[in-house]
T-cell receptor, first 113, second 111 residues
Framework: DGGITQSPKYLFRKEGQNVTLSCEQNLNHDAMYWYRQDPGQGLRLIYYSQIVNDFQKGDIAEGYSVSREKKESFPLTVTSAQKNPTAFYLC????????????FGQGTRLTVV | RKEVEQDPGPFNVPEGATVAFNCTYSNSASQSFFWYRQDCRKEPKLLMSVYSSGNEDGRFTAQLNRASQYISLLIRDSKLSDSATYLCVVNSGRNFNKFYFGSGTKLNVKP
C-alpha cells in the first residue's frame, strides 16, 4: 500500500540535544512538507521541498533543518537552537499531477524532558 | 492578516442537526481548496476538495465563493462520529508550493 510514514511516533529529547524525525513516502510525490502543530492551534509550515536537493523555509524555520537527498525521504532535524520544540510534527506530501491534496503521515509527538 | 481564518468554535450540536462552517482566505490568487478532518491527537485526513461549482458527498456539502473569498462546509444530519476538528486548507502558491491551514473549527455532536 502506498503511503507516508513518520517515525518515531513519540520522541523525548533532553534540552540541548538535536533530534531527527523521519518521513518516508512511496507515493512518488514530488513535494514534501513539514508542519508543526501546538495544542489547540492550526498547522504551521516549517520547511518544504518541491524537488530532490532543493528545499525552502516556511514560516517558522528557525531552529530546524532538513535535507532532501532522495525523492522518498524528507527528514527534519530539531536542533538545540529551537527554544520550544515540544509539539506535534506532521509530514505531508503532495503530487503535482492530478489530485493535489496533501497526504499526511501519522505524526511525531516530540517532548523535551 | 492570516492567510486562512476560521471560527475556532466549539460548535456544540445535537445529533441530527445541520451545522455550517465558514473559512475566509486572504490571497485572491489561491487555486485549490480543501476541508480536512482531524481527530484528537491524529493526523489530518482529507474530507473533501472544494470546487468552484460546489460539491456534495453524502451529508457533506462544500462551496466556494471566490468573490467574497470564503469556503463553506455544511454537514447535514450530524452523527456522533462527526465530532472532530475541521480544518480549512488553501493552496496559495504557484506550482503547489504553499498550503495554508486554518486553525480549525471544533465540532461536538451530542446525543
Amino acid at each position: 500500500d502506498g503511503g507516508i510514514t513518520q517515525s518515531p511516533k513519540y520522541l523525548f529529547r533532553k534540552e540541548g540535544q538535536n533530534v531527527t524525525l523521519s518521513c518516508e513516502q512511496n507515493l512518488n510525490h514530488d513535494a514534501m512538507y513539514w508542519y508543526r502543530q501546538d495544542p489547540g492551534q492550526g498547522l504551521r509550515l516549517i520547511y518544504y521541498s518541491q524537488i530532490v536537493n532543493d528545499f525552502q523555509k516556511g514560516d517558522i524555520a528557525e531552529g530546524y533543518s532538513v535535507s532532501r537527498e532522495k525523492k522518498e525521504s524528507f527528514p527534519l532535524t530539531v536542533t538545540s537552537a529551537q527554544k520550544n520544540p515540544t509539539a506535534f510534527y506532521l509530514c505531508a506530501s503532495i503530487s503535482k499531477q492530478g489530485r493535489t491534496e496533501a497526504f499526511f503521515g501519522q505524526g511525531t509527538r516530540l517532548t523535551v524532558v | 492578516r492570516k492567510e486562512v481564518e476560521q471560527d475556532p468554535g466549539p460548535f456544540n450540536v445535537p445529533e441530527g442537526a445541520t451545522v455550517a462552517f465558514n473559512c475566509t482566505y486572504s490571497n485572491s490568487a489561491s487555486q485549490s481548496f480543501f476541508w480536512y478532518r482531524q481527530d484528537c491527537r491524529k493526523e489530518p485526513k482529507l474530507l473533501m476538495s472544494v470546487y468552484s461549482s460546489g460539491n456534495e458527498d453524502g451529508r457533506f456539502t462544500a462551496q466556494l465563493n471566490r468573490a467574497s473569498q470564503y469556503i463553506s462546509l455544511l454537514i447535514r444530519d450530524s452523527k456522533l462520529s462527526d465530532s472532530a476538528t475541521y480544518l480549512c486548507v488553501v493552496n496559495s502558491g504557484r506550482n503547489f508550493n504553499k498550503f495554508y491551514f486554518g486553525s480549525g473549527t471544533k465540532l461536538n455532536v451530542k446525543p
